[in-house]
């Protein structure tokens, strides 16, 4: 119940006493139609009151459900920039996965190779225990090898030398 309602109720009583009080049929009839007017006036007031009071407590509900909808918005947007940077750190970390797989693969297919070289060689070796190598350009690491004995045993051959031009010179 609004205050409009205690006034119309208010109103309608003060009418209802004024009237019995006046004489006159015209005077009677003159409040009788202000009364209908007045009564009109604010039952229309009334109801539009409880219509923007209705409109308000809707307005309400819808503003108070688009703010949870925009912290919800707000919060999937969150998750899903957070989701965005580890899908990215993944997808980094999957290509670098990737690449090791690559290059042990590559690595494991060189050993492989190169214990097949190396098998046939040795059975080379076995079948033909006389035959001398030969170096080729391609096989430089190995003739540096060789090198390296040769020039160790040129140093070993100057310290004697060495030594017996000493001893020659004593």
Do not use: W
């Not at 309400?60 to 989701?83: C, D, F, G, Y």
């Amino acid at each position: 119940m609004t205050e409009l309602d205690v006034v119309l109720d208010v109103f309608q009583g003060f009418v209802s006493e004024y009237k019995e009080t006046v004489e006159s049929s015209v005077c009677r009839r003159a409040i009788e139609r202000l009364y209908n007017k007045v009564s009109d006036h604010l039952l229309e007031t009334i109801t539009e009151v409880k219509e923007c009071t209705e409109l308000k407590k809707k307005n309400t509900k819808i503003v108070n459900s688009i703010n949870k909808k925009r912290r919800h918005l707000i919060e999937v947007k969150s998750n899903l920039i957070k989701r965005e940077i580890h899908l990215r750190k993944v997808q980094k970390e999957y290509a670098e996965l990737k690449d090791r797989y690559t290059d042990l693969k590559s690595g494991t297919t060189f050993l492989d190779d190169f214990k097949d070289l190396q098998m046939r060689y040795l059975e080379h070796r076995n079948n033909n225990p006389g035959e001398k190598e030969k170096y080729g350009l391609s096989s430089l690491p190995s003739l540096l090898l060789e090198a390296r004995g040769v020039l160790g045993a040129e140093e070993q051959l100057q310290n004697i030398n060495f030594k017996l031009q000493q001893a020659i010179g004593n």
